[in-house]
């Protein structure tokens, strides 16, 4: 090994509040400790640029988390719970439902358009969602934390916690464009980032690769960072998997509850309803929705639509307008074909299994202030577990939690001292993939093989996302053999020179290979299906109240490489002393 | 496929003194410098279509096209982003466009506290284009 790490510049940093991650929960946590502390000194470290990051880089047609007339944080917590098969953590969801309506009058504030009707109500879609303008959302967003002043770094990829005892006293991360080792040194840390996509086989291939739905360059960092790092984990089992349009993988809302339109098979029939009754029809849970697609499928009456052939020309010009905010690719689509929503309904199709807190509830183990197991150590938005359906305005709100927690405990909180032998440590741990080894792997290769692998065995989109014992314990086997494996990544795109940029892609597949590893043990220990599509096991079929209505949690031990798994009871909060 | 940046219409944007507007907005790190001073983008199969690179170049050289495995047929997607609204192009195989604008943002109660100059998502040079704004709240 002819690589030194003496050749690296370091940049070192101290502040008090430590935010990693420049999307909603970092953002909103970045405008909140400053409105409360004008002294609060802030680092944001961002992997993209603040302006075009995450989830949000193309826009967003509507708000999800949202209290419309006649709804309210009662109806919102029922709603989640119901939706989410009764497990969740209503301390946190209910706290998410008293103040998604402030983030969303902020993000009005900030400059994002919301239409109204007549009476400046807000246009309600569907029972808790609103119809947003929002394709500058991301920008406008940033302007805000920018008028805070906080210092913003863009570009640099946070690759650990900085980590003592049981304290967390900060990150380590490298600029992807600046080539530098960054250690910024915090009183408090926000872990803010997106959640986990690419780790399974998605719908498409070779070029098409990245039109998925979820953000391609949300790669898990986060959290990757608390497992290594042994913060407690919860709920990885529940992935998310979602009902999409085929091909773009565009959002349905726009359009099933945007313009009503209905779920139809091949043979023209509104299944749910015709077919599915029993378990809901219409009003049953999303993840049903979804099954009961794949059914029709399975019994050979697809494809399935969501049916728009009832909007009339003018309203199917606003559609392919409207998917401009968030999926312009899908507008493109229509145009290329020459056809339109009217004539040319969307198909529907399941995509690959992510892992995101901000949809399902994959994410840090936190208290209500969203403090996470470790000391000094908090989680928001994507990367908090317990409260499914929170999107942008409760991750939005999680970010403000956490920020006022900490700016109230701000003056208790001290610096301490890095070990010197730790930063070599992990310097050499992120840059020694520039150096070309005897045997060497890409990271597009490593990539791919993770993602068959666990689309093979750990239910992806070819098994029908089933899941059983024997399958995940060849997961379990090859997973750890890619971990290994990892050590021959070689940080280049055509395996003779070496860039900063795939040097990025080696961590995102490194991350990748360690939520995998959690994830496995998550989805090998509950016994018993809770929610289909997203956790269904082959061998135990049914929901089990009596045996399982709790939390599965993990705790990783980075030095031996095992997954210790905990459970935590499930607690529902008495509403009535709630209010 | 993701974009096309047309080696002709591109300028560079003064770089290397000044950070050019796609390679700052790309979410994945995917456009870079080559060294004749234009813009490229290193790997198409990466690009996710959000098209922010499209909305803020200045000489709109950048445009969307699907990969062949979905669409089959060629047809790009322009879009340039101003101040309060974007304006997109659709074209498709045989060149019939069709032209959407969509509202980008209000007035800011932070305008205030922001330098108008630190407002990097915009192209400043918009003279108009005649086709008014739909309102998408109705009927949607």
Redesign the interface.
């Known amino acids: 090994m002819s690589f030194s790490t003496d050749k690296i510049k370091i940049e070192r940093i101290k502040t008090d509040f430590l935010i990693i991650g420049a999307g909603a929960a970092g953002c909103f946590a970045a405008y909140e400790a400053r409105r409360l502390n004008p002294n609060i000194d802030i680092v944001i470290l961002e ?3 603040i ?4 989830c949000l ?2 826009g967003i047609n509507a708000i999800n988390a949202y209290i419309n007339a006649g709804q309210s944080p009662e109806s919102f917590l029922e709603y989640v719970k119901k939706d989410s098969m009764d497990l969740i953590r209503e301390d946190l969801v209910y706290s998410i439902a008293k103040e998604v309506n402030h983030a969303v009058d902020l993000l ?6 919301i ?3 007549e009476n400046g109500e807000r ?1 309600a879609r569907g029972r808790g969602s609103i ?1 947003v ?1 929002g ?2 959302i991301k ?2 967003i940033a ?2 934390v ?2 805070t002043k906080a210092k913003i770094l863009n ?1 640099v990829v946070v690759t650990n916690l900085i980590k003592k005892g049981n304290k967390i006293l900060g990150a380590y991360g490298f600029g ?2 600046d080539g530098k080792f960054y250690i910024v040194e915090a009183k408090a840390t926000l872990v803010a980032t997106g959640g986990a996509g690419g780790i399974y086989k998605p719908n ?9 739905w979820y ?3 949300n790669t898990g960092a986060g959290y990757a960072i608390g497992i290594r790092a042994g913060a407690e984990m919860t709920t990885f089992e529940m992935r998310y998997v979602s009902m999409r349009i085929k ?2 993988m565009a959002p349905t809302g ?1 359009v099933a509850q ?2 009503n339109a209905q779920q139809v098979n091949a043979l023209g029939e509104r299944y749910l309803e015709e077919r599915y009754g029993a378990i809901g029809g219409r009003q049953m849970p999303t993840s049903a929705r979804l099954l009961a697609t794949l059914q029709e499928n399975a019994e050979g009456r697809g494809p399935c639509y969501l049916d728009t052939t009832h909007l009339t020309k003018e ?1 199917a ?6 998917y ?2 968030m ?3 899908l ?3 229509w ?4 056809t339109s929503p009217n004539n040319d309904p969307p198909e529907i199709v399941g995509t690959e299994p992510y892992i995101v807190g901000g949809h399902a509830q994959a994410g840090y183990w936190i208290d209500v202030n969203r403090k996470a197991t470790l000391e000094n150590l908090y989680a928001a938005g994507d990367v908090a577990g317990g409260a499914p359906k929170k999107y942008v305005s409760g991750s939005g709100v999680e970010g403000m939690i956490a920020a006022r927690d900490i700016n109230s405990k701000l003056s208790s909180l001290n610096h301490e001292e890095i070990n010197d032998h730790e930063i070599k440590e992990e310097i050499h741990r992120v840059f020694n993939h520039i150096e070309k080894q005897n045997i060497s792997i890409l990271p597009d290769e490593l990539e791919l093989r993770m993602q068959k692998t666990m689309d093979d065995y750990a239910g992806g989109i070819s098994s029908g996302y089933i899941l059983n014992e024997q399958k995940l314990s060849k997961a379990r086997k090859y997973i750890k053999q890619l971990k290994e494996d990892s050590k021959y990544l070689y940080a280049s ?1 055509d395996g003779v020179t070496p860039s900063l ?1 795939e040097l ?1 892609k080696c961590h995102e597949v490194i991350d990748r290979l360690d939520v995998a590893t959690v994830l496995i043990e998550h989805l090998s220990y509950r016994k018993e299906t809770r929610w289909p599509i997203y956790q269904s096991r082959g061998d135990f079929p049914n929901r089990d109240d009596k045996n399982w209505l709790k939390f599965v949690n993990s705790v990783y031990d980075n030095k031996s490489g095992e997954v210790k798994i905990v459970e935590r009871e499930c607690k529902p909060i008495s509403l009535l002393t709630a209010k | ?2 974009i096309l940046i047309d080696q002709n219409s591109c300028n560079g944007c003064g770089f290397p003194e000044s950070e050019t507007p796609c390679n ?7 456009i ?1 410098m080559q060294s004749n001073g234009k813009a490229e983008i ?11 690179c499209i909305k803020i170049c200045p000489q709109q050289a950048i445009e ?1 096209q ?6 089959g ?5 322009k ?1 340039r ?1 101003y101040r309060e609204k ?1 304006i ?1 192009t ?5 060149g ?1 466009e ?1 032209i ?11 305008k205030n ?2 330098n108008p100059e ?4 915009v192209v400043d040079s918009y003279k108009g284009i005649s086709k008014s704004f ?7």
């Not at chain 1, 009005?108 to 358009?113: N, V």
């Not at chain 1, 010009?317 to 409207?322: Q, S, V």
């Not at chain 2, 659709?90 to 045989?94: F, G, S, V």
Request: charged share 25%; hydrophobic share 35%.
């Open positions: 992997k993209a640029h302006d075009r990051s995450g880089a193309a009005e504030e900030w400059g994002l358009p239409p109204k009707d246009y119809i303008q394709e500058r920008p406008i302007q805000a920018k008028s570009r992807v464009r498409n291939e070779g070029n098409a690769r990245h039109k998925i953000s391609p360059f091909d773009l726009a945007g313009v309203q010009e606003r559609l392919k307008a409207y401009l905010h999926t312009p690719g507008t493109l689509y145009s290329v074909k020459s795109k940029h990025m | 496929m993701g700052m907005a790309c979410p994945g790190d995917l870079f290193c790997c198409n199969a990466d690009c996710w279509d959000c098209c922010a969307l699907l990969p062949f495995e979905i669409t047929k060629e047809g790009s997607l879009a982003a974007t997109w659709t074209r498709d195989a045989n019939n069709e959407f604008e969509t509202p980008a943002r209000n007035e800011s109660s932070l506290l922001i630190e407002f990097s998502d739909t309102d998408l709240g109705q009927g949607i």
